[in-house]
């Protein structure tokens, strides 16, 4: 079946440093790819996503490529803030159905 | 961005009580809603999908007996945990999509912790 896996956290960081948070899927057809950013005591909002093969979703300074022929969705983000840590779930949407990674959680320190 | 809103944010109750778990899209109308459970340090779980005025659709290994939801209006999900366990134990979590168009977007509540005695 679909599934979504994400690297294990959780991932500290410097402020100002570079990150990246690996994700990878198994899907039939052709999902559309998020990723969604859970901030302390919040529910889980949209981050960034991409409907098709090479798209790439950005938002707030995160970036992330549909890559059909890796199956990956990998998150970057060029400078990272303290007021990124959160968690991170990339998700896969196919045939009406949300199958969500794990989750990241993210340190990012001043 | 548009708000869901679920009540209680935790409970705590009794093995055998049954608890009634709210989700509110609060600015907009919602014909899907999607219940969720999350284990520690794991993923969200899709447990079924609420339609409004109809049957809700449960995932392979849900209980439909056990997990009882109600799309009473299009603004309004009920999950209700009937006769619940300590197993029961967990963070559920729920989603409404909002269309516009051609365009869904998923909006999730905040979670509702349930601990089971």
């Known amino acids: 079946g679909d599934s979504v896996t994400q690297m294990e956290g959780p991932v500290t960081l410097s402020e100002e440093a570079f990150l990246t948070i690996n994700c990878t899927y198994t899907?039939?057809?052709?999902?559309?790819l998020f990723w969604y950013v859970q901030y302390p005591g919040e529910g889980l909002q949209l981050l960034l996503k991409?409907?098709?093969?090479?798209d790439k979703g950005s938002n707030k300074g995160f970036e992330a490529t549909y890559r059909k022929e890796t199956t990956s969705f990998h998150l970057e983000k060029g400078s990272v803030q303290v007021s990124d840590s959160a968690v991170y779930f990339c998700?896969?949407?196919?045939?009406?159905?949300?199958?969500f990674g794990s989750g990241t959680k993210l340190n990012v320190k001043p | 961005g548009a708000v869901v809103s679920q009540h209680p944010s935790w409970v705590i109750c009794k093995s055998g009580t049954s608890v009634k778990i709210e989700c509110r899209s609060l600015?907009?109308?919602?014909?899907?809603m999607f219940w969720y459970r999350q284990f520690p340090k794991q993923s969200l779980m899709l447990m079924a999908t609420?339609?409004?005025?109809?049957?809700?659709?449960?995932e392979q290994g849900v209980e439909k007996d056990k997990f009882l939801i109600n799309h009473a209006s299009l603004t309004l999900s009920t999950l209700t945990v009937t006769s619940a366990h300590p197993e029961d134990s967990s963070f559920y979590i729920c989603?409404?999509?909002?269309?516009?168009?051609?365009?869904?977007?998923?909006?999730f509540g905040p979670g509702t912790r349930l601990l089971v005695l």
């Open positions: 989603s409404a999509i909002m269309r516009e168009g051609v365009q869904e977007t998923q909006y």
């Open positions: 899907a039939t057809g052709y999902p559309s």
């Open positions: 991409a409907t098709k093969a090479d």
């Open positions: 998700a896969l949407r196919n045939f009406n159905k949300f199958y």
């Open positions: 600015d907009f109308q919602a014909t899907t």
């Open positions: 609420s339609n409004e005025g109809s049957k809700a659709t449960y």
